[in-house]
């Protein structure tokens, strides 16, 4: 194939960002640099490639960050955070990557610790050069350009693990999609097709459940997502995966780190008219129960439309099997 002289510039131009080269900061798995603007643009070719960016304005949205978060989880010792927002305000050194300013902003040229939240209300977002963006939106070119950002940023033993997140991001997404695709047309199940590994499954269960219950606890209701991405909430198998193989929403409820440990040790659960059930055992004196127990009788929070809720039949055996009364 040959090569398109502008293309050769970009593949230079990833292969030189302006990164933070301090050793004493940053291990070998990252080349001892920081992986903030690979991890970055890693995203947006993962967002090009599912379709979710096709014009050339990358908005800094939950879904970016998400999947920049992910990467940072897959690569960075636990306990080590960070924010989208410093690549992508600095990124615009190298040259080109253009922030594109809410109308009456000035364009700030330095921000000593930018913040999503600052990020949001002062940018629209960020364009690329419009030749590149091309090549992002062109699988050939994208897969070139990735290769480049996986190569030289990280590890030989981490290489392949940043390549195969790309890959997982894609297929959770296409997983997600069609989990609510499957429920909305009230098909039953997924007959005999062969399930997605467990990484892509997990992935885009919590995906699809997070999105129809807009990050909201089914059971308190709670809703607490940061500006950097992070959620309060997982993704529950109502009937566990292992019995039944059952990845639809109407087997799954959207559980904050509480209600989700409390629903699987059978300590709440919920009624045949929707209501949240709790257990006499939280009742004892050892116990602080604390908000959970004004939960009872409640009406849980469910997704629109009703195609979406949890299936009578999934929750009754969840209370036969699971729920402590
Ligand atoms: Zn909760």
């Avoid at 690329?128 to 994208?142: C, G, K, S, T």
């Avoid at 209501?275 to 127990?293: A, E, F, K």
């Avoid at 409640?298 to 997704?303: C, E, Q, S, T, V």
Wanted: glycine share 6%; proline share 7%.
């Amino acid at each position: 194939m040959k090569i398109p002289k502008n293309f050769e510039k970009y593949l230079d131009a990833f292969s030189r960002l302006r990164t933070d080269r301090n050793r004493n900061y940053w291990g070998e798995e990252t080349c001892f640099g920081a992986p903030h603007k690979p991890f970055l643009l890693l995203s947006v070719m993962d967002l090009a490639a599912q379709g979710q960016i096709t014009r050339n304005l990358i908005v800094p949205g939950q879904e970016i960050v998400e999947t920049f978060n992910g990467y940072w989880q897959l690569v960075i010792p636990p306990g080590r955070t960070t924010s989208m927002a410093y690549p992508f305000f600095y990124l615009q050194s190298d040259g080109f990557w253009h922030l594109a300013p809410l109308e009456d902003r000035r364009v700030p040229k330095t921000a000593s610790t930018p913040s999503m939240a600052w990020l949001r209300r002062t940018f629209a977002g960020a364009r690329l050069d419009e030749d590149l963006f091309a090549f992002l939106l062109n699988p050939v070119y994208r897969e070139q350009l990735r290769m480049v950002l996986v190569q030289k940023y990280f590890a030989k033993e981490v290489q392949p693990r940043v390549a195969e997140q790309g890959f997982t991001n894609f297929a959770a997404f296409v997983y997600a999609r069609d989990l609510i695709a499957k429920a909305a047309e009230t098909t039953t199940g997924f007959g005999k097709t062969e399930p997605p590994p467990p990484q892509v499954r997990d992935q885009g269960f919590r995906k699809a459940i997070v999105q129809l219950y807009d990050h909201r606890c089914a059971l308190c209701g709670i809703r607490m997502l940061t500006d950097e991405g992070h959620t309060v909430v997982e993704a529950a198998h109502i009937v566990p995966w292992s019995q039944c193989h059952d990845d639809l929403p109407n087997n799954g409820l959207c559980l904050c780190r509480l209600c989700h440990w409390s629903f699987d040790e059978g300590l709440m659960s919920v009624g045949d008219d929707y209501q949240v059930l709790v257990s006499g055992r939280v009742r004892t004196d050892r116990n602080m129960p604390g908000h959970i127990l004004t939960l009872t009788d409640r009406p849980i929070f469910k997704p629109d439309p009703e195609k979406f809720w949890p299936a009578r039949e999934n929750l009754a055996q969840h209370r036969r099997e699971v729920f402590v009364r």
